[in-house]
């Protein structure tokens, strides 16, 4: 159990509300082992990694948490930032290699909030992709840790432009595909990227989830009636299974205070356990809806079964946005490159991050892609033209989403005690000519290498 | 995650040609007469230099002069650029926007006769959409279904006129062929020809030995009747067979989707074959591989900056793609072949100058000038010359970064959208009109 309470500190960052410890301890109680250990959170960069000492000496820092210091220093040790301030102030370690950054930028590791890395390959070719299980709607013992391909070609790509963590979550057209994993973007292998497994689960209601291809081909649910109507069964026979598995709990103790023969355990279902935790209000949802009317319908959904969440996509729900704002919870919002639709004008997806910052919405950005999530920053950066302050363009792609995912005592910042992942820059982040330097991540430097550089220097030879 | 919507885009919104809007077109609406000046702008021209502090005098829709003064007479109106950023207009040479569902006449692998016009939907609001983003210029191309699609139409963006006012005057016609993966994938599917490159070849191959026998048989009715002989019956009139022809005739720019190396080179082998000359490699995603090939051939590229890994023949592309091919001399071009990218070209644009070191003229040039020239339209467009139409982009921000969005765009030196007012933010359009 102290493991289950370090997993559950993981979601007690920010600013919207968790469970009080106290409250998690005894729902976690109440949750059979097995299940606990499905979600296990396995948050920990190897500490011992980073070989030496290495001072950035001289560059523009940006801290996020703690404003600009111009010419400065950081020291990274044993994976972790130890040092932060002027490059008068801050003494380097012994043995520490300092490396000068002069007229560079130096910023937090950015982080996507969702994205199919590892998932995916080559979008045309199927054997490449695991994005999603299509053969029923409601999948969340889905696991995409089980799928999640540390050595894919995106992964260096990605990484390359500064984005050193990411949430990698299955495709869209369920409307509970599975659980979504937070990645770390370089280590050694899978198990040690997949930094928080089962982090949050996607709860779609966009409408892409109707099985209505045509009226020959229609199955349930063929309608956003269906949809509802399914989501609402699923999560009903959780919550009797969670009853079932309370009782046998209580029969059991009885049993054994009795000295009588234990009962038979109820049959596991996994996709039911799956969705205890989100039940129980000690994981976070990830509400995805596109147009007011869903939003509301979802969100209804999510309040009758009491869930935890957070908002996805919103990006045509701009009538409803005070709304949005009432709920007092974050948004991922994305990709502003939403096509509006034909009565909204052209500005109404680009300029919604500034209208939900202006609502007081914490908000982060996400790709939703997998080979173009490396122009993450850039997304944040165009949301600048439509009215979000500069700042909070870039701390939607670094600390809030830390916020966001429960990891910000450990990501998100340039601060002392956070994992060292650094980014050293030619300029401006959320500019598409800035050029990214070097990374590091857990302190080690990442080689700047890609299957596209190796291509590029072989051509570029001849 | 879009998965459908990167599939839908990727597989089936493929690319290529046109025809002639110049056959066709006729401007219905004479040009504004008015006298327009353009100052306090920073100029950037695209073939010489940008002025600070620059101003552009307009007259009747043309570029009548354009320096750090001008003469323009007292009555102009005036536009003050307040010290923004004016450059040409966005000139997007693939796109298949306004087009709907019909941009693949997918049943046949050999379609010249399709004329993109017929399916060109001018009311549709991503013309809007693209213009907000400072396009004011689209090659509407056939898809990529077919080896030898439809011909294609050149637009302006000025969404609100009426059809025939959207159509380019005396644009060049251009065709679009195909290759590669697409055509395999849609005739392969159906177990019918082509299945392979191979035979996508084969197909291309016999259809121009078809179009050799039909040019053939008209010259000889032709010579017959020059001859007197009465007795002559003329061939039969065959569109499809009559556009290929005008392929060997050289009065159809040939827009050609092709992504490896391999592929450039059979298709540069076919066109010395039948005696045609290729325009452009769209997509290009190899151009990289053998840049001296196509330089040495004059054939452009029509490239995306940064786009990769969406089918098998996008595997090896890499973002340096665009400035490698460029610095050996290919005349370089980024394109959307999306309603999305159209509305930002000039961040695609931008990444250039990241992704290998393009100038900022030389990543202006590749959604100006460059584009201007695979269309065949960089008489009349493309860069802020005397002579050339007034269309322009004045800028919020400097318009190759992230963070710039179009404040005005004119047309023929007309307002189409102005960021500034309410609603669309456009003088020419109102929503029920």
């Known amino acids: 159990m102290k493991r289950f309470s370090v ?68 020291v990274m040790e044993g994976g972790k930032i130890t040092a932060i301030g002027t490059a008068a102030s801050v003494k380097a370690p012994h043995n520490a290699k300092v490396i000068d950054i002069g007229g560079m930028t130096v910023y937090p590791g950015l982080i996507d909030s969702e994205t199919s890395l ?64 937070f990645v770390q973007l370089a280590g050694a292998s899978a198990s040690e990227m997949l930094l928080v497994r089962d982090i949050a689960m996607p709860l779609n209601f966009t409408g892409t989830q109707r099985r209505n291809e045509s009226f020959e081909k229609m199955k349930f649910p063929g309608t956003r009636m269906g949809m509802a109507a399914q989501l609402r069964q699923a999560f009903l026979d959780a919550q009797d299974y969670q009853q079932k598995a309370a009782e046998y709990e209580k029969k059991k103790a009885d049993a054994e205070r009795d000295k009588k023969s234990p009962p ?76 509006p639709k ?107 290498t890609s299957r596209q550089t190796r291509l590029r220097d072989e051509y570029a030879a001849k | 995650m879009c998965r459908s919507t990167t599939i839908c885009r990727w597989l089936f919104c493929l690319s290529t040609c046109i025809l002639a809007a110049c056959c066709f077109a006729q401007q219905s609406s004479s040009p504004p007469s008015r006298d327009v000046v353009i100052k306090n702008a920073v100029v950037m021209t695209v073939t010489h230099g940008n002025i600070k502090n620059g101003s552009v005098y307009i007259k009747d829709g043309k570029i009548a002069a354009v320096g750090e003064s001008v003469n323009a007479p007292a009555s102009a109106t005036v536009i003050d650029a307040g010290g923004k950023y004016l450059t040409p207009g966005i000139i997007d040479s693939h796109s298949h926007l306004a087009l709907g569902d019909d941009i693949n006449e997918a049943t046949s692998p050999v379609t010249p006769q399709m004329m993109m016009q017929d399916a060109f939907d001018y009311q549709d609001k991503a013309i809007y959409r693209a213009l907000a983003g400072g396009v004011t210029t689209s090659l509407l191309l056939h898809g990529s279904a077919n080896m030898i699609g439809g011909q294609a139409i050149v637009i302006k963006h000025k969404y609100g006129a009426d059809r025939d006012t959207m159509l380019f005057p005396g ?29 996508n070849f084969a197909v291309m191959r016999d259809a121009f030995v078809q179009a050799q026998d039909y040019m053939r048989s008209w010259d000889d ?3 017959k009747v020059k001859r007197g002989d009465k007795d002559a019956t003329a061939p039969k009139h065959d569109l499809k067979l009559e556009a290929l022809a ?46 001296e090939k196509l330089a040495a051939e004059n054939i452009g590229i029509a490239t995306f900056s940064d786009w990769w890994g969406y089918k ?59 584009a201007a020239w695979i269309i065949g339209v960089d008489d009349k467009v493309g860069s802020i010359d005397v002579g050339k139409d007034a269309d322009f982009v004045i800028w919020d921000g400097y318009p190759l970064s992230s963070s710039a969005v179009p404040n005005k765009v004119l047309i023929d030196g007309d307002v189409y959208f102005d960021r500034s007012l309410p609603g669309y933010g456009m003088p020419h359009y109102s929503e029920g009109q």
């Open chain 1, 264 to 339: 038979s355990a109820p049959k596991r279902d996994l996709k039911l356990e799956a969705l205890l935790p989100y039940l129980e209000g000690k994981k976070t949802i990830v509400l995805a809806a596109e147009g007011a009317s869903d939003l509301q319908t979802a969100v209804g959904l999510a309040r009758e079964f009491n869930l935890k969440f957070v908002l996805n996509h919103i990006s045509h729900s701009r009538s409803v946005l005070d709304y949005v704002a009432s709920l007092k919870v974050p948004a991922i919002v994305g990709p502003i490159y939403e096509t």
């Open chain 1, 118 to 181: 590892g998932l995916t390959e080559i979008s045309a070719e199927a054997m490449t992709n695991d994005r999603i299980e299509l053969s029923d709607e409601i999948m969340p013992h889905m696991h995409v840790y089980d799928a999640f391909h540390a050595e894919s070609e995106l992964i260096p790509v990605t990484r390359l432009n500064g984005i050193t963590n990411a949430i990698v979550a299955p495709d869209s057209e369920d409307t509970l595909p599975g659980q979504d994993s």
């Open chain 2, 171 to 199: 644009a060049p016609r251009s065709i679009k062929f195909a290759s590669g993966e697409n055509p395999k994938r849609v005739y392969g599917s159906r177990h019918e020809l082509p299945s392979t490159r191979m035979g």
């Open chain 1, 342 to 448: 034909d009565y909204e004008r052209f500005d109404a997806v680009y300029s919604l991050p500034a209208e939900l910052y202006k609502r007081g919405v914490k908000i982060a950005f996400a790709s939703f892609d997998a080979h173009n999530a490396r122009n993450l920053p850039y997304q944040a950066g165009f949301a600048i033209s439509f009215g979000l302050p500069p700042d909070e363009a870039l701390k939607a792609i670094t600390l809030n989403a830390a916020e966001i995912w429960g990891v910000a005592d450990q990501l998100g910042s340039l601060d002392t005690g956070k994992v060292a992942n650094v980014v050293v820059a030619t300029g401006d982040p959320l500019d598409v000519k800035t050029d990214v330097k070097r990374v590091f991540i857990g302190g080690q430097e990442v080689p700047m």
């Open chain 2, 312 to 370: 098998q023949e996008a595997w090896d592309a890499i973002p340096w793609n665009a400035v490698l091919a460029m610095r050996k001399g290919v005349r370089v071009a980024i394109k959307s072949d999306s309603n999305d990218f159209a509305r930002r070209l000039n961040q695609e644009a931008a990444k250039t100058m990241r992704y290998g070191g393009a100038t900022e003229e030389e990543a202006l040039k590749m959604i100006t000038l460059n």
């Open chain 2, 221 to 223: 009715y032709n010579a």
């Open chain 1, 7 to 74: 997993a559950s500190s993981q979601f007690s960052e920010g600013s919207w509300g968790a469970g009080t410890p106290a409250r998690e301890a005894l729902a976690a109680a109440r949750i059979p082992v097995a299940v606990a250990f499905v979600w296990l959170a396995l948050f920990g960069v190897r500490a011992s990694a980073q070989p030496q000492p290495i001072v950035l000496k001289g560059g523009k820092l940006l801290t996020i948490s703690h404003g600009v210091i111009e010419n400065g220093a950081l």
């Open chain 2, 246 to 291: 005008d392929v060997l005739r050289g009065k159809l720019l040939v827009q050609i989707h092709c992504y490896r190396a391999d592929e450039f080179l059979t298709e540069i082998a076919m066109a010395k074959e039948f005696g045609y000359h290729i325009r452009a490699f769209h997509h290009a995603l190899e151009a990289y591989k053998v840049p």
